[in-house]
């Protein structure tokens, strides 16, 4: 078995059991027969460890054999010769998508053991384990993959698992109001990543990395597209990213979205789908090495997340939200880092940042306990220090701040007032245009319609 | 050159006929139900079976005709429309709740299935016209039960039929290029924008679905028949100024119906907007002339019918115990119909072009193609799509969320109905994950569109004044008034292009094979 066969092999396993895990979970579930607590636990840990054993086999197998790039090919998903079109199913273990692997299957595999008991007897087990299948398929595809379009694969499905799982207690309103807003933030965001996605396509001919980044394994390649065209995809990634990651402006869907599951917080807004903004700016860095404009927005937009972020978590009243926040100020700092051409530090700190914010939301529900067990081993209740920063402020700047803070630098409504309201005020004024118009042909008035059933319902 | 062994495009049509013949003398609606389902499960046996033909080229004995010439046809642009038609009939009917059979017309509705799948497979364009006219009937008549009074969709079927008879006229008795011609291909676009629902001639469909039933109402909708009609008669011959307004208007639709499906207070209504946001993406795609992008619209528009037929199905089976579903509430239905829930997300996802679903690909040609015409047209209808994509999910959070809704009725679905969506689910999946055979088809039948419009282009410019008359129109290529001298090139240009890939052939007629040089 030669080396090249090994890493397909193992490239393959990495894929796969993610997908079979989803395709069991799901398929048992359309089929009427729902597995039980502990079967999809026992199949989470078996699909986990597999693709983390195959991860790690092929980092040892990277170092070993010395090569820095290892492309595996699962052929076209579709191909007409006649238009050069292909979509290749194509994807590349390196320096920055192995560490995101490996890292993925490892907190992945830790919320999945802190979930299989957390919810333990909650009615949607089942409904969870699959969501977190879902999840952990797009993360994989996404981190691994070779092409931009199976990139965009990735990302939708972490996508709609995100929104979902925020909605997960969907008994009661607020959960489910909050995972709509984080879909029509995602959307806005997939609009830009695929407009992006076909405009490279189309410029280059490909979407494949290696070709992006002409020559040398990341982080070195050198982009083949001229400043113009890189500030403009550019661009557009950088908006997909800053919704993903929740950077200013669309910092507001973060904290709605802890209404989820503990372990679905931790690993995603915590840990990994926060990240993945992040590994896209990592990924088309050469785009960024083009443009000087466009690494100057990135640095931009991550220190003003980071600043907004920082002093949001500290008027935050719950613990999550304030994680959430923390996690937001951490990840505006790696945007900064890679907008000034950072590589490796960023990804060293999303690799240690991801696993001390998990460590923490896990954490999160018993720190009034952990609180209470520290006052009393020490007799006294812990210091509280004010601000050193509103100290020094004249104390009607200090209350602005704060107000800033609170209102999470008004950004949720900004949007409300700017976009949604209009938006939705224009077409409810077309709706109502509608009901007259059709209300004139009619000798009932339009409302009576809209609220009046058929008194014979026909289907 | 082939034909097929057997009539199975006569049965596929006639047998849903003699069924809906039968039907008029049975009372007991269960066994009208057993009847129609017999009918429309022959139907797409006959239909599958003919397809399977084809594709596989298989050689046969004469082609069974009526009167000594068919009149029907299957090649690469009906091959899946066909099929698709008739499963369409075929779960409607299996979905169809026990309780509600009594207020459905299964005579109607068969009758009506007879009349979409002529439509889809009629070889000549008069033939076209009066089936898709014909085709109006069952569900005008249904509104016209419930509403005593044609109404807007009565009076726009009416402007419909008018402008598709005076447009056809005018095509086929003017010269290529002239005014009259010109006018007669813009009448036709119009008539069938008009069928499509294109702004500001759109009030019928809500209209439609808020007065007929909605199984009505998708069937009447869901097979797009207008656009198959404006790619038969108008899209060989309609100058590029005239696609690219359709697009513009197509698109302009496509962005208005996805903006007001998000303000909507009830669901039926909802997802009416969002299928005529998504019918008008693929018509906008119609513009294009390059092969890419019509690809993708052809494979676009079967992911369409077949996610929002499933949505549609599925809200349906819902709608059939639970009444009217507000969006201005959570519905709660999770906990009853769980499998329900997801078959309704996997089908909604299917038609924005989810990834995993079958209208992944067609969406990424579609935006491909586009942005390769026209940049602006591309980035609007990925925004489209985004909008869409908030429709699909806010529907499923109003349906299915919410505290559980008590009831004092099972709410959970039958068995029937849950085979009928996960039947149309699978095709989704397994399309989604292995789309190169219908991709592949799809592309050769863009292939051929745009070869059929180039040639009948370059014919019609070719040709000299003075013409006498025309050619028996045997086909969709209206070549209008011809002289003597153009005649060769004329009967060149009418003759459908023989594939030599191995994928769809005509039917020829048997008096004409000496004359027509297909293969």
Same mark, same amino acid.
């Given at each position: 078995m030669t080396v090249g066969v090994l890493f397909n092999l193992l490239g393959g396993g990495v894929l796969l059991a993610p997908l079979c895990l989803f395709i069991v979970i799901g398929f048992m579930m359309l089929a009427g027969m729902p597995l039980a607590e502990w079967a999809i636990t026992r199949i989470t840990q078996a699909a986990v460890f597999c693709g983390l054993l195959c991860s790690v086999a092929i980092l040892v197998l990277m170092l070993a054999t010395g090569r820095r790039e290892v492309l595996v090919d699962f052929g076209d998903l579709v191909t007409i010769p006649q238009e050069h079109f292909h979509f290749q199913l194509r994807f590349m273990f390196d320096r920055l998508s192995v560490p995101f692997v490996v890292l993925t299957y490892v907190l992945v595999g830790t919320i999945g053991a802190f979930a299989s008991r957390y919810l333990h007897r909650e009615s949607g087990f089942g409904r969870f384990f699959l969501l977190y299948a879902m999840f952990l398929l797009g993360m994989i595809v996404a981190t691994a993959s070779g092409t931009i379009e199976t990139l965009f694969f990735g990302w939708e499905l972490v996508g709609l698992s995100s929104a979902l799982l925020v909605a997960f207690f969907h008994e009661r309103s607020a959960p489910v109001i909050n995972g709509q807003r984080i879909w029509s933030i995602y959307r806005v965001a997939d609009a830009a990543f695929l407009i992006a996605a076909v405009m490279l396509h189309h410029t280059l001919g490909t979407g494949s990395f290696s070709n992006l980044a002409g020559s040398g394994p990341w982080p070195a390649g050198t982009t083949v597209l001229n400043p113009r065209d890189s500030l403009l995809i550019g661009s557009l990634l950088l908006l997909a990213a800053a919704g993903k990651s929740g950077l200013v402006p669309f910092s507001g869907w973060l904290p709605r979205a802890m209404e989820g599951p503990t372990p679905s917080s931790a690993v995603f807004y915590g840990a990994l789908s926060v990240h993945l903004g992040a590994f896209l700016l990592l990924r088309m860095s050469p785009l960024l090495d083009q443009s000087m404009i466009l690494s100057g927005m990135v640095v931009a937009l991550g220190l003003a997340t980071a600043t907004l972020a920082s002093l949001a978590a500290r008027v935050q009243f719950d613990v999550k939200s304030n994680l959430a926040f923390a996690s937001l100020t951490q990840v505006g700092i790696i945007t900064a880092e890679i907008g000034l051409g950072l590589r490796y530090i960023p990804l060293i700190h999303i690799i240690g940042h991801a696993c001390l914010r998990t460590l923490q939301l896990l954490r999160a529900p018993n720190v009034l306990q952990d609180y209470q067990s520290i006052e009393n081993a020490i007799g006294t209740r812990l210091p509280q220090q004010e601000e050193i920063l509103l100290r020094r402020l004249p104390k009607h700047a200090a209350i602005r701040i704060y107000r800033l803070a609170f209102e999470r630098g008004y950004l949720d409504d900004l949007i409300d007032r700017y976009v949604v309201r209009p938006f939705l005020g224009l077409f409810g004024w077309f709706e109502k245009l509608e009901r007259t118009t059709i209300g004139s042909l009619d000798d009932r008035p339009p409302q009576d319609r809209a609220t009046t059933p058929r008194t014979e319902e026909r289907t | 050159m082939i034909s097929l062994t057997a009539p199975w495009l006569e049965l596929a049509i006639g047998l849903p006929l003699l069924s809906a013949a039968l039907i008029t003398r049975i009372r007991d609606p269960r066994l009208s139900r057993s009847v129609s389902l017999a009918a429309c499960g022959g139907s797409l046996g006959c239909i599958v079976a003919a397809?399977?033909?084809?594709?596989?080229?298989?050689?046969? &004995?004469?082609?069974?005709?009526?009167?000594?010439?068919?009149?029907?046809?299957?090649?690469?642009?009906?091959?899946?429309?066909?099929?698709?038609?008739?499963?369409?009939?075929?779960?409607?009917?299996?979905?169809?709740?026990?309780?509600?059979?009594?207020?459905?017309?299964?005579?109607?509705?068969?009758?009506?299935?007879?009349?979409?799948?002529?439509?889809?497979?009629?070889?000549?364009?008069?033939?076209?016209?009066?089936?898709?006219?014909?085709?109006?009937?069952?569900?005008?008549?249904?509104?016209?039960?419930?509403?005593?009074?044609?109404?807007?969709?009565?009076?726009?079927?009416?402007?419909?039929?008018?402008?598709?008879?005076?447009?056809?006229?005018?095509?086929?008795?003017?010269?290529?290029?002239?005014?009259?011609?010109?006018?007669?291909?813009?009448?036709?676009? &119009?008539?069938?924008?008009?069928?499509?629902?294109?702004?500001?001639?759109?009030?019928?469909?809500?209209?439609?679905?808020?007065?007929?039933?909605? &199984?009505?109402?998708?069937?009447?909708?869901?097979?797009?028949?207008?656009?198959?009609?404006?790619?038969?008669?108008?899209?060989?011959?309609?100058?590029?100024?005239?696609?690219?307004?359709?697009?513009?208007?197509?698109?302009?639709?496509?962005?208005?119906?996805?903006?007001?499906?998000?303000?909507?207070?009830?669901?039926?209504?909802?997802?009416?907007?969002?299928?005529?946001?998504?019918?008008?993406?693929?018509?906008?795609?119609?513009?294009?002339?390059?092969?890419?992008?019509?690809?993708?619209?052809?494979?676009?528009?079967?992911?369409?019918s077949l996610g929002m037929a499933g949505f549609g199905l599925t809200l349906r089976t819902i709608e059939a115990r639970t009444g009217r579903l507000s969006m201005r509430s959570f519905a709660g239905l999770f906990f009853h119909t769980p499998r329900l829930a997801a078959l309704f997300l996997v089908t909604g996802l299917a038609s924005i072009g989810f990834p995993g679903t079958i209208g992944f690909v067609g969406a990424e040609l579609l935006v491909e193609g586009s942005i390769q015409n026209s940049p602006t047209l591309g980035i609007l209808i990925v925004m489209i799509s985004a909008l869409n994509g908030l429709a699909v999910l806010k529907i499923y959070f109003h349906v299915f969320t919410g505290p559980r809704r008590p009831s004092s009725i099972d709410l959970r679905s039958r068995p029937a109905e849950r085979i009928a969506v996960l039947a149309l689910t699978t095709i989704i999946v397994l399309g989604g994950m292995f789309p190169q055979s219908y991709v592949g088809s799809r592309y050769a039948a863009a292939s051929h569109l745009i070869e059929q419009r180039s040639q009948i282009r370059n014919a019609a410019s070719h040709l000299t004044s003075g013409f006498s008359g025309r050619e028996e129109a045997d086909s969709f290529f209206i070549t209008g008034p011809q002289s003597a001298d153009a005649t060769a090139t004329a009967q060149t240009a009418s003759s459908p292009p023989v594939h030599q890939n191995g994928y769809y052939k005509s039917r020829p007629y048997p008096a004409e094979s000496s004359a027509q040089s297909v293969d």
């Amino acid at each position: 078995m030669t080396v090249g066969v090994l890493f397909n092999l193992l490239g393959g396993g990495v894929l796969l059991a993610p997908l079979c895990l989803f395709i069991v979970i799901g398929f048992m579930m359309l089929a009427g027969m729902p597995l039980a607590e502990w079967a999809i636990t026992r199949i989470t840990q078996a699909a986990v460890f597999c693709g983390l054993l195959c991860s790690v086999a092929i980092l040892v197998l990277m170092l070993a054999t010395g090569r820095r790039e290892v492309l595996v090919d699962f052929g076209d998903l579709v191909t007409i010769p006649q238009e050069h079109f292909h979509f290749q199913l194509r994807f590349m273990f390196d320096r920055l998508s192995v560490p995101f692997v490996v890292l993925t299957y490892v907190l992945v595999g830790t919320i999945g053991a802190f979930a299989s008991r957390y919810l333990h007897r909650e009615s949607g087990f089942g409904r969870f384990f699959l969501l977190y299948a879902m999840f952990l398929l797009g993360m994989i595809v996404a981190t691994a993959s070779g092409t931009i379009e199976t990139l965009f694969f990735g990302w939708e499905l972490v996508g709609l698992s995100s929104a979902l799982l925020v909605a997960f207690f969907h008994e009661r309103s607020a959960p489910v109001i909050n995972g709509q807003r984080i879909w029509s933030i995602y959307r806005v965001a997939d609009a830009a990543f695929l407009i992006a996605a076909v405009m490279l396509h189309h410029t280059l001919g490909t979407g494949s990395f290696s070709n992006l980044a002409g020559s040398g394994p990341w982080p070195a390649g050198t982009t083949v597209l001229n400043p113009r065209d890189s500030l403009l995809i550019g661009s557009l990634l950088l908006l997909a990213a800053a919704g993903k990651s929740g950077l200013v402006p669309f910092s507001g869907w973060l904290p709605r979205a802890m209404e989820g599951p503990t372990p679905s917080s931790a690993v995603f807004y915590g840990a990994l789908s926060v990240h993945l903004g992040a590994f896209l700016l990592l990924r088309m860095s050469p785009l960024l090495d083009q443009s000087m404009i466009l690494s100057g927005m990135v640095v931009a937009l991550g220190l003003a997340t980071a600043t907004l972020a920082s002093l949001a978590a500290r008027v935050q009243f719950d613990v999550k939200s304030n994680l959430a926040f923390a996690s937001l100020t951490q990840v505006g700092i790696i945007t900064a880092e890679i907008g000034l051409g950072l590589r490796y530090i960023p990804l060293i700190h999303i690799i240690g940042h991801a696993c001390l914010r998990t460590l923490q939301l896990l954490r999160a529900p018993n720190v009034l306990q952990d609180y209470q067990s520290i006052e009393n081993a020490i007799g006294t209740r812990l210091p509280q220090q004010e601000e050193i920063l509103l100290r020094r402020l004249p104390k009607h700047a200090a209350i602005r701040i704060y107000r800033l803070a609170f209102e999470r630098g008004y950004l949720d409504d900004l949007i409300d007032r700017y976009v949604v309201r209009p938006f939705l005020g224009l077409f409810g004024w077309f709706e109502k245009l509608e009901r007259t118009t059709i209300g004139s042909l009619d000798d009932r008035p339009p409302q009576d319609r809209a609220t009046t059933p058929r008194t014979e319902e026909r289907t | 050159m082939i034909s097929l062994t057997a009539p199975w495009l006569e049965l596929a049509i006639g047998l849903p006929l003699l069924s809906a013949a039968l039907i008029t003398r049975i009372r007991d609606p269960r066994l009208s139900r057993s009847v129609s389902l017999a009918a429309c499960g022959g139907s797409l046996g006959c239909i599958v079976a003919a397809c399977v033909e084809v594709w596989f080229d298989t050689s046969a &004995g004469d082609a069974w005709s009526f009167l000594g010439k068919s009149p029907l046809v299957i090649d690469s642009l009906n091959v899946p429309l066909l099929p698709l038609a008739a499963l369409l009939y075929l779960i409607t009917v299996l979905a169809t709740l026990g309780g509600k059979l009594k207020s459905i017309s299964f005579s109607s509705l068969l009758v009506s299935e007879s009349l979409l799948l002529a439509t889809l497979g009629w070889r000549s364009p008069w033939g076209l016209v009066l089936l898709l006219i014909l085709g109006i009937a069952p569900t005008l008549l249904e509104f016209w039960v419930v509403r005593q009074r044609l109404g807007l969709f009565g009076y726009h079927m009416a402007a419909f039929a008018a402008m598709l008879v005076g447009g056809l006229y005018l095509v086929e008795h003017s010269e290529p290029q002239s005014t009259a011609s010109i006018i007669g291909v813009t009448m036709l676009a &119009g008539a069938l924008l008009v069928r499509s629902g294109i702004f500001p001639f759109h009030l019928w469909v809500p209209e439609l679905f808020e007065y007929a039933s909605l &199984g009505s109402s998708l069937l009447f909708v869901t097979p797009m028949v207008g656009i198959y009609a404006f790619l038969r008669l108008a899209f060989p011959i309609a100058p590029d100024e005239l696609l690219r307004g359709v697009s513009v208007l197509s698109v302009a639709t496509a962005v208005y119906a996805a903006g007001m499906a998000l303000v909507q207070s009830q669901a039926r209504r909802a997802f009416c907007y969002l299928f005529l946001s998504h019918s008008c993406l693929v018509l906008a795609g119609l513009s294009a002339t390059r092969a890419l992008s019509l690809t993708g619209t052809l494979c676009a528009w079967i992911s369409i019918s077949l996610g929002m037929a499933g949505f549609g199905l599925t809200l349906r089976t819902i709608e059939a115990r639970t009444g009217r579903l507000s969006m201005r509430s959570f519905a709660g239905l999770f906990f009853h119909t769980p499998r329900l829930a997801a078959l309704f997300l996997v089908t909604g996802l299917a038609s924005i072009g989810f990834p995993g679903t079958i209208g992944f690909v067609g969406a990424e040609l579609l935006v491909e193609g586009s942005i390769q015409n026209s940049p602006t047209l591309g980035i609007l209808i990925v925004m489209i799509s985004a909008l869409n994509g908030l429709a699909v999910l806010k529907i499923y959070f109003h349906v299915f969320t919410g505290p559980r809704r008590p009831s004092s009725i099972d709410l959970r679905s039958r068995p029937a109905e849950r085979i009928a969506v996960l039947a149309l689910t699978t095709i989704i999946v397994l399309g989604g994950m292995f789309p190169q055979s219908y991709v592949g088809s799809r592309y050769a039948a863009a292939s051929h569109l745009i070869e059929q419009r180039s040639q009948i282009r370059n014919a019609a410019s070719h040709l000299t004044s003075g013409f006498s008359g025309r050619e028996e129109a045997d086909s969709f290529f209206i070549t209008g008034p011809q002289s003597a001298d153009a005649t060769a090139t004329a009967q060149t240009a009418s003759s459908p292009p023989v594939h030599q890939n191995g994928y769809y052939k005509s039917r020829p007629y048997p008096a004409e094979s000496s004359a027509q040089s297909v293969d």
